[in-house]
C-alpha cells in the first residue's frame, strides 16, 4: 500500500476520498491549506477558510490520520490571483479554478506533500484516471470525466501534465453525489451535509467587481447596444462541411469575435469600468424598461466601452468556431498532438457544466481551430476550451480574442 496525502479542504468530497483511501489500506495522511486570507469583496463568512480548518480537523480526528496545515497563500496571490486581475484589466475572462489545480494544488502543494513522503496526492474531485503502458514500457495517464454528470469536474483540470496526473488520485470520480452523502453520512463524519463551495477557488463567493477593485479601478464609460440588424452580421462567411476543407483565411475569418466601435451603436447608459465585465454576461448592467434582457456582446477596456444587445438569441452572442493561439495548446495525452496541417473530429466544451458539443479540429501553423456543428453562444476569450474523446479529456487550450 502507499502513502497518500490528502488535500482535506474540509468539504465533504475531500473527507471521503480520505476515508475511501484509509479503508483501501494506504496510509493516509491531510494536508490542508491556507491560500487566502484576505475577505475583500466575500458575500459569505468573515475568514471562510477557519471554519474550512475546522471541520478538516474533525474529518482527520474521526478517521484517525494526521492532519498537517500549510500556507501557501503567497504563491495562491503570485501565480493565481495576480494573473486574474491582469486578464480582466486586458479585457479577458480567466477561469482561476483551472488555474488554482495546475499552479496550487497540483504543483506547490503537491510538492509539500512530496515532503511528506507521499507517493501519491488525493483530492475530492469528481473525474477519474487510467493508466496504460507503451511498447517501451512508458506509462501514460489519461484523464476521465466523473462517473457522476452533474458534477463531473475534468474541465477544472484541463492544464495538467502528464507529471502531475502520475501522482493523482481521484477516489470519488467514480462515485454519484448522493452516494458520497450518503458514505459521510454513514461513517458520522462531520462534513457530511456540509454544503459546497461556491465562487473563486479558496476565496469563496464573492461580488466580483468589488473584489477586483483591489487592484482594478472604477471607471465611468458608455454602455452602447448593438442591434440585432447590425450590417456586418450578414458579412460573416458560412461554411458547410460537404465543401472543401476550409483555408486559413477562412478560418481566421470564422474564428474571430465581433469587434465594435461607438459609432455601431447607440449609447444607452453608462458603466463603471469595462474590466468588470464579460461576455454573456446578463446582470450588473442597471438598465431596464425592455421585453428582453441586455447582455454584454463585447467589452473595448482600451476606450472603457461596453456593447451589449437585447436578448439571449442576440446574433453578436453567437460564432461558428474558436481559435487556440499555438502557444497555448496543452496536450494532456502527447500522443493526440495534431500535426500541422491534420484535422479530427472531437467533443469540446467552452465552459464548465456545458454539454459537450461535436466540432472539427484543425490544426494550423498559427494554432489550433474548432469549428463547431452549430453556432456556440458566449465564447469568451481567457476561457478554456477542453477537448474530448467519448470520456477522456486529452487536450486543452486558452480561447484567443
Known sequence: MARV???????????????????????VIGLFMVNWHDTTGTLEGDCPWHDDRLFAELV?????????????SEEYR?????????????????????????????????????????????????????TTTLPDGTERYHLLAGTDPNKDQSYFLCQLTQEQLRYALFPIGHLLKP???????????????????????????????????????????????????????????????????????????LAESWHYTVRDGKKIGTHNGAHFYTIGQR????????????????TDVAENVIYVGEGDSH????????????????????????????????????????PLQMATLYRRKAGLFILFDEPQRGITAGQFATLYD?????????ICE
Request: charged share 30%; hydrophobic share 40%; with cysteine.
Open 5 to 27: 496525502v490528502v488535500g482535506l479542504s474540509g468539504g465533504v468530497d475531500s473527507s471521503v476520498a480520505a476515508y475511501l483511501l484509509k479503508e483501501q489500506g494506504h496510509e
Open 60 to 72: 482527520a480526528k474521526k478517521l484517525d490520520i494526521a492532519l498537517h496545515v500549510v500556507d501557501l
Open 78 to 130: 503570485r501565480r493565481v490571483v495576480e494573473y486574474m486581475f491582469a486578464e480582466y484589466e486586458a479585457g479577458r475572462t480567466p477561469n482561476p479554478d483551472v488555474l488554482c489545480n495546475r499552479e496550487i494544488k497540483f504543483d506547490v502543494f503537491l510538492k509539500e506533500a512530496l515532503k511528506l513522503g507521499a507517493d501519491y496526492v488525493a483530492t475530492g474531485h469528481y473525474c477519474r484516471k487510467t
Open 179 to 253: 452516494e458520497v452523502r450518503r458514505i459521510a453520512t454513514e461513517q458520522g463524519l462531520a462534513t457530511a451535509k456540509r454544503k459546497d463551495s461556491h465562487g473563486i477557488c479558496f476565496v469563496g463567493k464573492v461580488d466580483l467587481p468589488t473584489f477586483l477593485q483591489q487592484k482594478l479601478a472604477k471607471k465611468v464609460g458608455n454602455v452602447h447596444e448593438i442591434k440585432n440588424e447590425w450590417p456586418k452580421f450578414d458579412r460573416r462567411p458560412i461554411y458547410t462541411p460537404s465543401e472543401a476543407e476550409p483555408s486559413d483565411e477562412l478560418l481566421e475569418a
Open 283 to 298: 446582470k450588473g448592467l442597471g438598465i431596464g424598461g425592455r421585453k428582453e434582457s441586455l447582455f454584454i456582446l463585447a
Open 315 to 354: 446574433r453578436g452572442l453567437w460564432r461558428p468556431a474558436l481559435k487556440i493561439n499555438a502557444e497555448a495548446i496543452h496536450w494532456i495525452d502527447p500522443d493526440r498532438t495534431l500535426k500541422i496541417g491534420e484535422t479530427l473530429r472531437c467533443a469540446v466544451r467552452i465552459r464548465y457544466r456545458q
Open 390 to 398: 467519448g470520456d477522456e479529456l486529452f487536450a486543452s487550450g486558452v
